[in-house]
T-cell receptor
């Protein structure tokens, strides 16, 4: 079983739709969590950190459920420019390693 | 503020050769991470350096090695190149020490092609 798992998708949604991605992690020593966005053949860019109480940044909302060991990303009012691969990242404080999920591909259609 | 810089942008080598990739972290960052991303695959953790020392490495053979210099820049060396080493190699930095809850900041990557 992979340490960080994501549904690879693709998720094909119309503009204006709300879409949610989940990510599960297997190691309870994981302490920090992030969502990154990666455009085709480019480097990943930080979208947002994920805090225990949940956090929001504009149209994006991140949630953390430590009991069930998953994090989620909600995108409201999808734009064409949101089309990308979304990477879930888990930081293992015991090893310092940051483990990336395989990514979930989102395609927003007009 | 300058971001993470990597060089070269592209590198073409033949099987059996050695490749050297370079990375300069964001000013003030002491931790450097290297990842490999083969076409269509996710990021695979390669190496982590902090304060000049190798702190952890991923499941890669010993022919993948590197080092971190006193100015915190880093070098990744890949010896005896194989065709499957063709990938995008990403370097990232963040504050070291106790700043483990800070995110990584990535460079643009080096695209290595082995023929």
């Amino acid at each position: 079983r992979k340490e960080v798992e994501q549904d690879p998708g693709p998720f094909n949604v119309p503009e204006g739709a709300t879409v949610a991605f989940n990510c599960t992690y297997s190691n309870s020593a994981s302490q920090s969590f992030f969502w990154y966005r990666q455009d085709c053949r480019k480097e990943p860019k930080l979208l947002m950190s994920v805090y225990s109480s949940g956090n929001e940044d504009g149209r994006f909302t991140a949630q953390l459920n430590r009991a069930s060991q998953y994090i989620s990303l909600l995108i409201r009012d999808s734009k064409l420019s949101d089309s990308a691969t979304y990477l879930c990242v888990v930081n293992r404080d015991d090893t310092g390693k940051l483990i990336f999920g395989q990514g979930t591909t989102l395609q927003v259609k007009p | 503020e300058a971001g993470v810089t990597q060089s070269p942008t592209h590198l073409i080598k033949t099987r059996g050769q050695q490749a050297t990739l370079r990375c300069s972290p964001i000013s003030g960052h002491t931790s450097v991470y290297w990842y490999q991303q083969a076409l269509g695959l996710g990021l695979q953790f390669l190496l982590w350096y902090d304060e000049g020392e190798e702190r952890n490495r991923g499941n890669f053979p010993p022919r993948f090695s590197g080092r971190q210099f006193p100015n915190y820049s880093s070098e990744l060396n890949v010896n005896a190149l194989e065709l499957e080493d063709s990938a995008l190699y990403l370097c990232a930095s963040r504050g070291g020490g106790a700043v483990y809850n800070s995110p990584l900041h990535f460079g643009n990557g080096t695209r290595l092609t082995v023929t």
